[in-house]
């Protein structure tokens, strides 16, 4: 029996993505996480962060759920690059978000046509309500996320 939690908040780009949640309670850098693969000329969408709880951990095609972004304007053009090169999570999903993050999601949309879905300010806490392997769907458009959780 699944148990579906419905969590209201700001979508802060467009779009839906519905995939499995990738859950930190660390802050994400976007630099750290994919600049060894940029430099190494090899596009990866392995967390190369040595610092982070998820380093090591794949994030293509999932829904990543953290507090907030950290590091400089170079984050945003990180996640560009990560979603031009098919690399980045289907959404994000934060307590608040940093401006260059939206600012790099925003650009793909607009000269991509690639949205990523981002949401934050949600009604209730993500990192104690969603857990890693939950699917969620996320709603930018009306900054819903639904949480289906197997008992």
């Not at 499995?20 to 994919?34: G, R």
């Not at 925003?106 to 981002?118: K, Q, T």
Request: glycine fraction near 10%; proline fraction near 5%; aromatic fraction near 4%.
């Amino acid at each position: 029996m699944a148990n579906k939690i419905v969590l209201k908040g700001t979508g802060l780009t467009r779009g839906v993505a519905e995939g499995e949640a990738l859950v930190t309670k660390q802050p994400v850098n976007m630099l750290a996480t994919y600049m060894q693969g940029f430099m190494l000329n090899k596009p990866s969408s392995v967390i190369g962060d040595a610092r982070h709880e998820l380093f090591g951990k794949d994030i293509k095609g999932k829904i990543l759920i953290f507090p907030y972004a950290s590091g400089s304007l170079a984050c945003g053009a990180c996640l560009l690059e990560a979603i031009k090169q098919g690399v980045a999570p289907k959404a994000l999903v934060g307590i608040e978000m940093e401006t260059a993050i939206v600012e790099g999601a925003i650009f793909s949309d607009v000269f991509l046509n690639l949205p990523l879905p981002i949401v934050q300010g949600l009604d209730k806490n993500p990192l104690e309500i969603i857990r890693t392997g939950d699917q969620v769907k996320v709603d930018a458009n009306t900054g819903v996320v639904e949480v289906t959780r197997k008992r």
